[in-house]
């Protein structure tokens, strides 16, 4: 019978994942503490302002993108909040693990995007493995990578870009291969060359799809915080695993508004600018 015979599957992947852990040990443990101090120096450049500096920068920022007052004043607001209930620290640590998990994604996912939208081929490959790392419960590979990276915020952000790096790839795909074709023959009968057409018609009619994709990469990575707090990761993540485990109420409150603030303001920040209404004369 069919059911009499289990595939060993998972031990397959339990002897590959051990074979790592035994011959590439130095390997995972350099990279784990390059990242880690990688991770730390954000924390650090963060929170070596002052509070209310760096609650004016942001503001300025966010003023300089979006030129909407009501954010600023609700970026300015959420952050004395935050401050007022005692996250600082946390929020800073936060932030930092979205950023550097962001940046890794974009880095990664925007050129992969442009290739699968040149490469048919290469997307129709890829795809399956888009799907495995969106819908494969985030615990499942934690375990290995917290196999191989031990405890800390290290496993938490490989989880962490893991699940967040589909975002990019798959919008900035999209943006690609919605450029009219029309734009591209005046392109070519203008002489540019497929660089050219790229860098002057091909990403700029794709950014708001891969600006979608970065705010889509921010709120997944933002989503992954209480999971990486589970091995070890600092930030929000923790109050909420403590109140968690405690049934504190008043902590799990504070910390989940914290996370929504930071949320809201990414989001917000980091959308595509609303296009001026131009008035007919």
Not at 83 to 90: A, H, P, T, V
Request: proline content about 5%; aromatic content about 8%.
């Amino acid at each position: 019978m069919l059911i009499d015979e289990k595939l060993p599957l998972g031990q397959y992947i339990a002897g590959f994942v051990e074979w790592l852990t035994q011959h590439g040990a130095n390997y995972f443990d350099a990279f784990a503490a390059a990242l880690e101090y990688m991770i730390h120096g954000v924390t650090g450049a963060l929170t070596w302002f002052n509070p209310f500096v760096l609650i004016g920068l942001v503001a300025v920022i966010a003023h300089l993108i979006q030129r909407k007052w009501a954010l600023t004043a609700f970026c300015v607001l959420s952050f004395l909040l935050i401050l007022n209930l005692g996250y600082w620290q946390e929020t800073m640590e936060t932030l930092a693990q979205v950023l550097f998990a962001t940046l890794v994604c974009v880095a990664i996912g925007v050129p992969l995007g442009i290739l699968a939208a040149h490469k048919p081929m290469f997307y129709t490959a890829m795809r399956p493995v888009l799907d495995l790392m969106q819908t494969v419960p985030t615990f499942v590979y934690l375990i290995p990578t917290l196999t191989l990276f031990g405890l800390g915020v290290v496993p938490g952000l490989i989880s962490t870009v893991v699940f967040a790096i589909a975002a990019p790839i798959r919008l900035t795909y999209l943006g690609i291969c919605d450029v009219p074709q029309e734009l591209l023959d005046a392109g070519k009968a203008f002489g540019c060359s497929r660089r050219q057409l790229l860098s002057r018609i091909e990403l700029p009619h794709a950014m708001p799809s891969i600006a979608a994709g970065v705010t889509q990469c921010i709120m997944l990575s933002l989503s992954m915080v209480v999971i990486a707090a589970l091995v070890g990761a600092d930030g929000l993540g923790k109050p909420v695993v403590n109140a968690l485990n405690t049934a504190d109420i008043a902590l799990g409150f504070e910390a989940g508004l914290a996370i929504v603030l930071l949320a809201i303001m990414l989001d917000r920040i980091c959308k595509q600018p609303d296009a001026p209404v131009r008035s007919e004369a």
